[in-house]
């Protein structure tokens, strides 16, 4: 079938990024390690330049394009610039790391692109196997990117544990849309909910490919108990590599579950709703309640992640527009909250010296006051405190789920998230009331300080307004 050509203009963004990747690759191979930096400049003009382009291509209407396989509306252009920032602070914030570890090669940036690729076509996603194929794309960059530092036997095992167990969950989440396309003849998601709304009764293979997909969907989330991955593949891969998958993925992992779950198969949501209920609850129940007993910061926040994602889940299995739109605004705050969250892990960093220990962080108020309140500003934020941003993500998700008539989810949302300040405060107290191990000067270059010390104050400012961010994802669930 011949494709018109206006039909590729939606498609710019990830035509641009496509062929970035493919120009850094090349152009690296002719670099030597001092002129390294011209692959870092040119990733940077990339996430930039692919921002500018999705900015002018974003519609207020909904455009599918190259047979129903691909749809650029509002959700999907506020998502990928998000991405694109996300991912140009991830290569401010591990430039130096990276340099000190002998990391700073052009396999980095190249993985980061393509997976950046691969989210913006999950993101953009209007068929099961375009989202499969931007999943696939994602998840292999990341297994390459963990296993990066190959003479380092952690990061090794946490790729091997990530392989293994995102090859499961890419086989449930695929049974499962095999499951679907047998019931409904249709991969394209418009279809598949025409089908289902047509239905007088719901086929038995419709629920159990529903099944498949929210496991599937609850391993690449990180839910629990689909979450056992995430602490060691958090640890064990080096602090960039975890910065960069803590952050981005996550916004295109809400967006595989918007397309999968709401646009493909919201007439059932009678049967998926139960499911979400219990990984909502037990995600912040058990992050909360583990995350309590780390001693690694990395631990820490990936067990504070798994609560986190319950929260997103909260907001979706609501079903209503207000739960959505307070999901999606929920989802950029942690993304922005993580990115700040694990770059001052990367501040306190230096060459021989990973800052993962909550004891790391003591005394960090007399060795550099500047970061140790950009670090308070982050704690309160992920802990829910206001006026940080975190809070008014936290209350708009019970807001929505109150209105939906779970109160109890609420409640233990709200009782869970206070037993989840304790371990966010306690690196507040080592900050402040503890003194330092460790009195060395911290070595980070002028531009991560500058970046850092943005990401901190907007996550402040945000909270102060949060309106903007709040109308915009609002608009953008049609």
Same mark, same amino acid.
């Not at 035509?15 to 690759?25: D, G, K, N, S």
């Not at 191979?29 to 400049?41: A, F, K, P, Q």
């Given at each position: ?59 207020? %209407?909904?455009?599918?394009?190259? +047979?129903?396989?691909?749809? +650029? ?20 914030? @591990? ?31 209007? @068929? ?37 167990? #995102? ?10 849309? @095999? ?39 609850? =391993? ?34 809400? !967006? ?39 001693? +690694? ?24 527009? %207000? ?5 999606? =605004? ?25 800052? /993962?220990?909550? /004891?790391? =962080? ?33 209350? !708009? ?5 109150? +209105? ?29 009331? /503890? ?9 980070? #270059? ?9 990401? #901190? ?22």
């Amino acid at each position: 079938m011949s494709v018109p050509i206006s039909e590729f203009a939606p498609l710019l963004p990830e035509i641009f990024v496509l062929t970035m990747a493919c120009v850094i690759l090349l152009v690296d191979l002719y670099l030597t390690d001092e002129n390294r930096y011209i692959s870092y400049l040119l990733s940077l003009g990339t996430m930039a330049v692919a921002g500018l382009i999705t900015f002018m291509t974003m519609s207020s %209407e909904v455009i599918i394009v190259l +047979n129903g396989t691909f749809i +650029n509306d509002p959700m999907a252009g506020i998502l990928k610039l998000f991405v694109f920032l996300m991912t140009a602070g991830v290569f401010v914030y @591990s430039r130096q790391y990276l340099i000190e570890r002998d990391l700073f090669k052009g396999e980095f940036f190249v993985l980061a692109i393509f997976a950046v690729l691969g989210m913006m076509v999950m993101i953009s996603a209007n @068929s099961m196997l375009t989202i499969y194929l931007g999943l696939e794309l994602l998840s292999l960059c990341l297994y390459a990117m963990v296993a990066l530092q190959r003479d380092s036997s952690e990061a090794t095992e946490a790729a091997m544990k990530y392989f293994v167990l #995102g090859a499961l969950a890419s086989g449930m989440l695929l049974y499962g849309m @095999s499951m679907i396309y047998g019931a409904t003849g249709s991969l394209d998601l418009r279809e598949i909910a025409d089908h289902i709304a047509g239905l007088n009764e719901k086929d038995i293979i419709l629920l159990l490919g529903i099944v498949f997909i929210v496991v599937g969907l609850a =391993f690449k989330l990180g839910a629990v108990p689909f979450h056992m991955w995430m602490p060691d593949v958090y640890h064990g891969a080096p602090t960039a590599i975890t910065l960069f998958i803590g952050t981005a993925p996550k916004i295109a992992g809400f !967006a595989m579950v918007m397309r999968l779950l709401v646009e493909g198969l919201g007439d059932l949501q009678f049967y998926w709703q139960d499911f979400l209920v219990v990984l909502a609850v037990l995600s912040m129940v058990i992050g909360n309640v583990i995350a309590i007993a780390q001693s +690694n910061i990395k631990r820490m926040f990936a067990y504070s992640t798994i609560a986190h994602m319950g929260f997103l889940v909260a907001g979706i299995l609501t079903g209503t527009q %207000e739960g959505y739109s307070a999901a999606m =605004f929920y989802t950029i705050v942690y993304a922005i909250m993580s990115l700040g969250g694990f770059g001052m892990i990367l501040l306190l960093s230096r060459s021989g010296f990973e800052a /993962d220990k909550l /004891d790391d =962080f003591k005394g960090l108020n007399d060795r550099s006051p500047w970061f140790a309140f950009i670090m308070l500003i982050l704690m309160f934020s992920m802990a829910g405190v206001p006026p940080a941003l975190g809070f008014y993500a936290k209350l !708009a998700i019970l807001e929505a789920v109150v +209105n939906a008539g779970l109160i109890w989810v609420a409640i233990i949302a709200v009782v869970f998230s206070i037993v989840g300040a304790f371990y966010y405060l306690r690196i507040i107290k080592l900050m402040y009331f /503890d003194k330092a191990e460790d009195n060395s000067p911290i070595e980070a #270059g002028s531009d991560m300080r500058a970046v850092l010390s943005v990401n #901190g104050i907007m996550v402040l400012l945000l909270g102060i307004f949060p309106g903007g961010l709040l109308a915009i994802c609002s608009s953008a669930i049609l």
